[in-house]
């Protein structure tokens, strides 16, 4: 099939605020240096943001180096932090941790709550104002390589193909995006990333990556119970203590709040939904109250990289990078990845650019891991490398042994803990665990996931190839169901998977892929790894408002 093609020096793939701050970095320079670089973003969204979720407190320090003048600019950075609180949550009562006791990692002093999707939404405006090209709706389905096997660009996804994979009236083929360089900024789990990193055995010398499914709500409440900048988290129920996860509630502009929940996707016991756990958390006393003659206005939820400096794979590989959480750049400890990913991007700008001018081409940026090597970023990384090893060992011992960590020996423990076995692999079979009853939302402070799959405005065209892959259509049914009674119905945050009753005598498994909100959950925790989730066609799936 003939496939139009367009050439650029650059094609960044994803554009969240790593994809962002690589392409306005890469602007930057141009603009300095006297050069023309041309630079092509491609993002899956229907538009910049859309598709951006995270809690989210910003740490500026990445911002202030890309674009020192952002207040002035009018960067969506409206609430500073006013006030941290951490509570340890038994099932009615709530211990606040002194902040006195809490590592530095705990502290938000000179951070903002922010709507990430709002800001990227800003991000894309200072890319386009510097010349960036950029191009929502357009899925980058497919890695280009040359004759030697190097990276030479992406293909867009082909739209309007009927379910079964024919052409259909619409039907429109991709295009080929062919850049010197092309950099994947697709979020954690990227689609092509986990491609690039099978390929080149990225992750060779890199642990198991780790990861969390963060699941969160917009709300505006009740002006009494508002206090800009407040910042909660809390740890404790409703997890049981041997299963990491933890709760956070941030007080925006506006009368707003997002409140969140984030489990651990190295759980064990497969009848744990994170869906049905985030619905509990809303109903502790300590956090009900501000909930309470409120109205929740949004929904959505994303998966995030946790595994730290140990899980990082090979940043490089021919004609091509890695950047931002498609690598695995957050910092556990700090919940924060955003000004992870915009320095990782414009790092890798500047190795890029460096390149360019030297007229080089689709070869290894092998100065840009030497430049993350040299950061603050790293340093900080470092620091926070223990973290999520400790706190697999349990809440109680875990945060005693990451406080002496860093409380008492600075992040410089001579020693490194490591990830040993994926989180897929960590489910136990379903008849060696308790099942957990959950009490059905009563749709004022919970509610059930196809209520909350409207609000996340999600959308798919219903007649076009399934983009939730089975490798094996048994597998679900002889495997999944048999031994770990069917956890992908749990651990989906939308309600895409479901076991239907009897066909021709048989339990079969449905796939509502209309609802799926992207979270790549499926993919990463699939016991059998069966489930392979790649994009649909472009601009759809969720329509984040101020998410």
């Not at 491609?42 to 674009?67: C, F, Q, T, Y």
């Not at 360019?356 to 081409?361: I, N």
Request: glycine share 12%; net charge negative; charged share 20%.
């Amino acid at each position: 099939m003939e496939r139009e093609a367009m050439e650029f020096d650059v094609v960044v793939v994803g554009g969240g605020p790593a994809g962002l701050a690589a392409a306005i970095r890469l602007k930057q320079l141009a603009t300095e240096k006297g050069a023309d670089i041309s630079v092509c973003l491609i993002e899956k969204g229907a538009e910049i943001g859309a598709h951006i979720l995270s809690g989210a407190v910003m740490d500026p320090r990445a911002l202030n180096e890309l674009l020192p003048n952002w207040k002035e600019d009018g960067a969506p950075l409206n609430a500073p932090v006013s006030e941290d609180r951490f509570f340890i949550l038994s099932e009615t009562g709530a211990t606040k941790v002194p902040n006195s006791l809490l590592p530095g990692c705990f502290h938000n002093e000179g951070n903002y709550v922010i709507s990430l999707g709002n800001v990227c939404r800003w991000l894309g405006e200072q890319a386009e104002a510097l010349g960036v090209e950029i191009y929502p709706g357009f899925a980058g389905s497919e890695v280009l390589f040359d004759e030697n096997g190097t990276v030479k660009g992406v293909a867009t996804g082909d739209m309007g193909r009927l379910h079964d994979g024919s052409e259909g009236p619409n039907f429109q083929p991709g295009m080929e995006l062919l850049g010197k360089y092309t950099f994947f900024a697709e979020g954690c789990r990227g689609h092509l990333g986990k491609q690039l990193m099978e390929k080149f055995d990225l992750n060779r010398d890199a642990d198991p990556q780790t990861y969390g499914i963060g699941l969160k709500e917009l709300w505006e409440i009740q002006p009494e119970k508002h206090q800009l900048g407040l910042v909660i988290h809390s740890g404790g129920w409703p997890m049981e203590p041997d299963t990491y996860g933890g709760g956070f509630l941030y007080h925006l502009e506006n009368n707003q709040i997002a409140i969140g929940f984030v489990v651990g996707l190295g759980y064990t016991n497969p009848h744990l939904s994170p869906y049905e756990e985030f619905q509990r958390f809303k109903t502790h006393p300590e956090i009900r109250k501000f909930l309470e003659g409120g109205k929740r206005i949004a929904y959505g939820a994303r998966a995030l990289s946790a595994g730290g400096l140990q899980s990082l794979p090979k940043l490089t590989f021919p004609g091509g990078v890695l950047i931002g959480d498609d690598a695995g750049f957050l910092n556990a400890a700090r919940i924060k990845g955003s000004h992870c990913a915009i320095k990782t991007g414009a790092l890798a700008a500047e190795a890029c650019f460096e390149a360019l001018v030297a007229e080089r081409q689709n070869d290894e940026l092998t100065a840009y891991p030497e430049l993350f090597k040299n950061s603050w970023l790293y340093d900080e990384l470092y620091k926070a490398r223990n973290f999520k090893p400790w706190m697999a060992k349990g809440l109680k011992f875990g945060s005693l042994m990451f406080g002496i960590d860093q409380i008492v020996l600075g992040g410089k423990a001579p020693w490194t803990l490591h990830h040993k076995t994926p989180d897929h692999a960590k489910l136990k079979p379903a008849n060696e665990c308790p099942k957990i009853d959950y009490p059905k939302p009563d749709g004022v402070i919970t509610f059930d996931r196809l209520s909350s799959v409207f609000l996340s405005s999600t959308n798919h065209e219903e007649n076009q190839p399934c983009h939730l892959q089975l490798k094996d259509a048994g597998i679900p049914i002889s495997v999944n169901l048999a031994k770990f009674d069917a956890p992908e119905q749990r651990f989906c945050p939308a309600g895409v998977y479901e076991i239907l009753g009897q066909e021709d005598g048989q339990p079969r498994l449905q796939i509502n892929a209309q609802n799926c909100v992207h979270c790549k959950t499926c993919d990463i925790k699939d016991p059998s790894q069966n489930i392979n989730w790649v994009v649909p066609q472009g601009g759809e799936g969720p329509t984040y408002p101020n998410m």
